[in-house]
């Protein structure tokens, strides 16, 4: 029998879910999975997406309102897909995890390491599985650069990265407002994007040890045709210095306050050579060689978000089995962008243990604060 998914929201990402959804139907070996609800407290944004966007699942996915819905009933899914913005995570995580319900739940775990350190608690307590999905270090491409890196065999053990990001927003907002509200979000597109890029680092090079940072606001107020101008309070303008614990130093930097030409580079050097893309250079040659591919890579989805549904299953199987999206693994990848961000409040190098740890919170507590401050707003910027 399929599995029955139901996703909670659907913006932007969920796009990429189904396609992965579809993609494990592929998979040798894999169950079938059918999504069967979609969640959203407006209705009519949820019915245009099923019209849309899963018009060729048979049969439709029912719409529901109100994720509670799909807790117990004749809609309960097999897995819940948490696509909702970040400072709901907690909240509707809890709900499916106490229901048991697995629960494949969208990156960053928590609005705040405080709500991700609950996430990691509650799926110990409840015992039910749960992954966090980052497609930056899932998909047969991304795991193939990872393992390639981790041998250190053609460029030798990793020393020295650069990884920078820049868009130009126009003065417009990152797909929705809310992303550059930290009540919302966090920290705007620094941890929207940043997430993604400490995860990869972990799973490459281990363990950070220390941030140094820097940020700055350039735009407090944004504005586009169809929100109009709303004041914001994240950073526009990150930069870092990442200590590694294997030695490994990264120069990171992250802006959505660019104006003109974009920018994307990410390089790692070796003892012997770089990577940069999918080829790598040894000392002496001038000519990139591409990644050798693992003949093992076979059995791993090329999508990012069908390995993720895999995982899960992997572990609604086998408790035990080891995947890659755990959510330790990605409250640690959320606590390298904390610790760059308490690094910038405070003017302090900072260790990345001892915010993982909550002992350093003094930028969060600006994020909670925020976060009521909105509550007391009820701002809809969700419509």
């Given at each position: 029998?399929?599995?029955?998914?139901?996703?909670?929201?659907?913006?932007?990402?969920?796009?990429?879910?189904?396609?992965?959804?579809?993609?494990?139907?592929?998979?040798?070996?894999?169950?079938?999975?059918?999504?069967?609800?979609?969640?959203?407290?407006?209705?009519?944004?949820?019915?245009?997406?099923?019209?849309?966007?899963?018009?060729?699942?048979?049969?439709?996915?029912?719409?529901?309102?109100?994720?509670?819905?799909?807790?117990?009933?004749?809609q309960r899914p097999d897995i819940a897909s948490i696509l909702v913005p970040h400072h709901l995570h907690l909240e509707i995580t809890e709900a499916f995890l106490h229901a048991g319900i697995p629960v494949q739940l969208q990156k960053p775990i928590g609005l705040g390491l405080r709500d991700g350190r609950?996430?990691?608690?509650?799926?110990?307590?409840?015992?039910?599985?749960?992954?966090?999905?980052?497609?930056?270090?899932l998909g047969r491409a991304n795991r193939n650069t990872i393992q390639w890196l981790r041998a250190g065999k053609e460029i030798g053990r990793p020393v020295f990265m650069i990884d920078q990001a820049v868009i130009d927003l126009e003065g417009g907002f990152f797909m929705t407002p809310w992303r550059h509200l930290k009540g919302y979000a966090g920290a705007g597109w620094f941890i929207d994007h940043g997430v993604h890029r400490t995860h990869w680092m972990l799973e490459a090079f281990g363990s950070c040890r220390t941030a140094y940072a820097r940020t700055r606001q350039l735009e407090p107020l944004r504005r586009n045709e169809r929100w109009g101008e709303i004041p914001v309070d994240t950073e526009d303008v990150a930069g870092a210095m990442l200590e590694f614990e294997s030695g490994l130093i990264c120069q990171w930097s992250v802006m959505s306050g660019g104006r003109g030409q974009g920018h994307w580079h990410v390089q790692v050097w070796g003892e012997r050579g770089s990577l940069h893309g999918p080829n790598y250079t040894v000392s002496g040659s001038k000519t990139p060689t591409p990644l050798p591919v693992p003949a093992e890579d076979s059995n791993l989805p090329l999508d990012p978000f069908a390995h993720s549904f895999l995982e899960l299953i992997q572990l609604i199987r086998d408790p035990k089995a080891a995947v890659i999206s755990t959510p330790a693994r990605a409250l640690e990848a959320e606590a390298i962008v904390y610790a760059s961000l308490e690094s910038a409040h405070t003017g302090q190098p900072i260790?990345?243990?001892?915010?993982?740890?909550?002992?350093?919170?003094?930028?969060?507590?600006?994020v909670w604060a925020?976060?009521?401050?909105?509550?007391?707003?009820?701002l809809d910027l969700f419509t």
């Open positions: 029998m399929p599995l029955r998914v139901a996703f909670i929201g659907c913006g932007q990402i969920a796009k990429d879910h189904l396609k992965g959804l579809r993609a494990l139907r592929e998979q040798p070996g894999a169950p079938e999975l059918l999504l069967s609800a979609v969640c959203d407290p407006f209705p009519e944004r949820a019915e245009a997406w099923v019209k849309e966007t899963a018009s060729l699942e048979n049969p439709s996915p029912v719409v529901v309102t109100d994720y509670r819905e799909l807790l117990k009933g004749p609950r996430i990691v608690e509650l799926a110990t307590e409840t015992g039910v599985p749960l992954v966090v999905s980052e497609p930056s270090v260790s990345v243990a001892e915010v993982l740890s909550g002992q350093h919170h003094a930028y969060e507590d600006t925020a976060r009521d401050a909105l509550r007391a707003k009820n």
